[in-house]
């Protein structure tokens, strides 16, 4: 895991910020400035990230008396110099100056000195650092576990809103290339999502170059799919350069050839698909089969995914085989020991839920406002099983509770865009947890 640069002075200066924020840390018998003055804060001010002082509409008693205005944070005194400060009328409303090195005294452009405090327990800057050469995710150790269960869920909750808001967001950038609207955007997520990890990207660009228009026009030939999708792929034997080839490939061979030149396709390149280390199931020639088998299950197949009443009903949308030849087979006219059905299993079923179906249920209520989808699709969430992974499986050994898909990807979350992030400061672990780092 990266381990977050504070030497960086603005990541540095929002942490700050952040501390000045949360008062509970701060003791009236610390706040003294650095010329003795104590100062007594009624009100911290409202913290901003836009240009201008960090925080307007502070309310402090300096030497009793009271002071309304802005607040600015900077890792040195000598920041206001640094950033002009001194120079722009913006800042003359400033009524106190918080840093963490007094290295000299400012003054606003009015020619006013500033009220300086040193912000009191830098300690906490170090342990807070310190946490970060831990490689334990999450690197506060076990203080998320710590929280109130109803902090914790209500935290859970802003992160999976968050996450899929950002889905949402993605889903409908997608769309505004696909001539099918959600139809087409589902069916290149769901491509993505059977090649897993690996495959991923050339399970989508193989979507992408096979407009959905011209598979529906063949939907209710399964072979026909088959020879479409497996020609576009590029890993359809080459009989003109001599390679092995049997009954079956070069009836799709003939079959593509004729629908290639129908609707003006372009295959993949082989070398683009990835073998190596995958599960025989796994591979692309199996992945594609399974493909065509949604496919071959109607039309609509996006609308199914939004009728859809319980969880159970969208599984059995997604239980589908690649075609019998795959029962035998793992590469095209190469016959393998194991005869057996090639359905999707449980790891590529949770996927298929969890990084298509449910986010775009989700993207669909919020572009139509439908609050019954939008509720019954955060429902299916809770229903439906953990994520397993490293980065949960590491988060269910340092305590924290992980019972289904809803809690998982919001830790997904946590871990992606804070605890890798080093954004500790804005989680209740950090805040909340009665434990000071």
Same mark, same amino acid.
């Given at each position: ?152 869920? /209500?935290?859970? +909750? $802003?992160?999976? !809103?968050?996450? =899929?808001t950002l889905r949402s %967001?993605?889903? &409908?950038?997608?769309? @505004? ?27 989508? /660009?193989?979507? +992408? $170059?096979?407009? !959905?228009?011209? =598979?529906?026009?063949?939907? %209710?030939?399964? &072979?026909?799919?088959? @020879? ?76 199914q995914v939004i009728e ?75 229903e439906a099983l953990a ?51």
């Amino acid at each position: 895991m990266p381990i977050p640069n504070f030497s960086d002075v603005m990541e540095r200066e929002i942490l700050l910020c952040k501390l000045w924020q949360d008062q509970n840390i701060l003791k009236e018998e610390d706040l003294r400035t650095v010329s003795g003055v104590s100062i007594r804060v009624l009100h911290p001010g409202v913290y901003h990230q836009h240009a201008g002082p960090d925080f307007s509409g502070a309310k402090l008693e300096i030497d009793g008396v009271l002071f309304c205005g802005d607040v600015e944070m900077h890792i040195r005194a000598s920041d206001w110099l640094r950033h002009h400060h001194d120079r722009d009328s913006a800042y003359n409303a400033v009524i106190l100056h918080v840093v963490a090195d007094y290295d000299c005294e400012v003054c606003t452009q009015s020619g006013r000195p500033l009220a300086t405090l040193i912000f009191p327990h830098l300690e906490l800057y170090e342990r807070y650092q310190d946490q970060f050469q831990m490689a334990s995710i999450p690197p506060c150790d076990y203080r998320l576990a710590a929280l109130p269960d109803e902090v914790r869920l /209500q935290w859970y +909750s $802003q992160l999976l !809103l968050a996450r =899929l808001t950002l889905r949402s %967001d993605f889903i &409908d950038e997608a769309r @505004a290339h696909c001539e099918l609207d959600w139809e087409e955007a589902f069916y290149r997520s769901m491509a993505r999502s059977l090649g897993l990890q690996i495959n991923g990207d050339p399970m989508q /660009q193989l979507a +992408s $170059q096979t407009p !959905l228009k011209y =598979l529906y026009k063949v939907r %209710d030939a399964r &072979d026909v799919l088959e @020879a479409i999708l497996h020609g576009q792929s590029g890993l359809l034997p080459d009989v003109a350069a001599g390679a092995t080839t049997d009954e079956y490939s070069q009836q799709l061979a003939t079959e593509y050839a004729y629908h290639a030149q129908r609707f003006s396709l372009t295959p993949l390149v082989r070398s683009y698909w990835k073998f190596l280390r995958l599960r025989p199931t796994s591979f692309p020639s199996i992945r594609i089969s399974q493909l065509a088998g949604l496919l071959a299950q109607g039309e609509h197949l996006f609308s199914q995914v939004i009728e859809a009443s319980s969880l159970r009903d969208l599984y059995a949308l997604f239980r589908v085989s690649a075609h019998p030849y795959w029962d035998s087979h793992y590469k095209f006219a190469q016959s393998s020991k194991s005869n057996s059905p090639k359905q999707l299993g449980k790891t590529t079923l949770q996927v298929l839920l969890l990084n298509s179906a449910l986010p775009f249920r989700f993207a669909f209520a919020r572009a139509q406002g439908d609050e019954k989808l939008r509720e019954e699709t955060l429902q299916f969430y809770q229903e439906a099983l953990a994520d397993d992974n490293a980065i949960i499986r590491s988060f269910v050994e340092h305590g924290v509770a992980c019972r289904n898909a809803y809690e998982s990807q919001a830790l997904l979350e946590l871990y992606k865009n804070y605890c890798e992030r080093g954004r500790c400061y804005l989680c209740p672990a950090w805040t909340n947890s009665g434990q000071r780092c």
